[in-house]
């Protein structure tokens, strides 16, 4: 069969480019720094040796933490010992009860003592009834914002039938909420938006919240201030694997982003690789996200500190994805996004495992063995069917990272 020339020259042209991008891979392979420490490589199928630490009797973390005294944290002291932080969450008008429930349990554990404000966003405005009730919830200032619409609309660059043809792939593949574009909105969002927000401008520290969590145990230190006296940038709960199906081209992508010298000079020498690229205990997993664990900090909790968001890495490395358009084309959580952008650019030892922080979201749990906890089963991780068990990937985070 006979190609026009033009086809031929394309051909061409698009076959120097695949060697082109391939070389690039090989020329700057990415780094792979092992961790420092642990005794790592005793025990790889480690699921029945494991032992939950939450079983163990959880304190409270090390000094220095920062407690009630007096007024230093009543609600309307204007030289109170509160730093720069925000509880924040992104929430529809109709979850109304359920953000009140969150709101009770956080508002009673923690920050009825600390009094940090509460932020919400909103693609659409509140509704009265909503800034009454939350209002009415807290002492502390509370502040309804709604997001610009160039924050929240699909990108420009994105072709709608394509979106619905590849949710159509996706749900034959039983990815949740495929269909549901504003899903993937909200999951662009909190990837590589939500800080940008101008009613945050003023905030370095957050604590991501969403309706119908869980709260069990008392906080009695600020835990924002624990952040910043212990260096830490990102704090978590739980760790699990993602549906591979939801993103087949997000490490990839990743894999490109890091081929250019500038980019691959992003890494931190101590970063958390080995646990983005495990596949020792599900293969599988690894094998469907093409070289990514799949593991990640289940981010419907987050303490954070947006410095990270706002880096020139993460900017360069969100305005990547964004422009790959995995975020529609595929579903693209934002826990992957972050956790990968951790793993990669930022120390791992800056990252945080919150264990005394009692937590609930629709079916997992990080219950810790303490009296300060109430109303959850101690190092139970999920109430739902026992093959949700398989689900968590703290053994790996603990085997590679350690409990920070
Ligand atoms: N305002 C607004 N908030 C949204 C929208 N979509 C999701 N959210 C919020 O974004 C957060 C995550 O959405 P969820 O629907 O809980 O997503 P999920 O946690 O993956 O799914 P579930 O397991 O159903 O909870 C929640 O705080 C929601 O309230 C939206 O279209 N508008
Ligand atoms: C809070 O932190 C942000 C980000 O680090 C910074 O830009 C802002 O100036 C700080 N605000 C105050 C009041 O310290
Ligand atoms: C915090 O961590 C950063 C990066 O690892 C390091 O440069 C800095 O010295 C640390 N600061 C403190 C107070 O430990
Ligand atoms: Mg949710």
Known sequence: MALSRPVRVLAAIAALLFIFSILQMLRTPVKLTPPSFGSSKDNPKD????????????????????????????????????????????????????????????ERTFNSKFNYPWTFFNDEPFTEEFKRRTSAETAAQVRYEQIPKEHWEVPSWINMDLFEESANILKEQDVQYAHMLSYHQMCRWNSGLFYKHPALADYRYYWRVEPNVHFFCDIDYDVFRFMEDHNKTYGFTINLYDSPESLPTLWPETIKFLASDANNKLMHPENAMLWLQDKERRPKHNEKANGY????????????????????????????????????????????????????????????????????????????NSPKCKGCVTGRFTDGEAWLNKEDCRPNWFKYVGMN
């Not at 944290?73 to 509880?87: K, L, M, Q, V």
């Not at 664990?293 to 987050?302: A, I, L, M, V």
């Not at 595929?330 to 264990?355: C, K, Q």
């Open 293 to 368: 664990s799949t593991c990640h900090f289940w981010s419907n909790f987050e303490i954070g500190d947006m410095e990270f968001w706002r880096s020139e890495a993460y900017e360069k490395y969100f305005e990547h994805l964004d422009r790959a358009g995995g975020f529609f084309y595929e579903r693209w959580g934002d826990a992957p996004v972050h956790s990968i952008a951790l793993g990669l650019f930022e120390d791992r030892n800056r990252i945080h495992w919150f264990r005394d922080i009692g937590y609930q979201h629709i079916p997992f749990f990080n219950c810790p």
């Open 47 to 106: 699921q029945d040796a494991w032992r939950d630490p939450n079983l163990d009797p959880a304190d409270e973390p090390s000094e220095p933490l920062r407690r009630v005294d007096g007024d230093n944290y009543s609600p309307n002291n204007p030289n109170s010992d509160r730093i720069n932080a925000t509880i924040l969450s992104l929430v529809r008008n109709s979850e109304l009860p359920q953000l009140l429930m969150s709101m009770r349990d956080l």
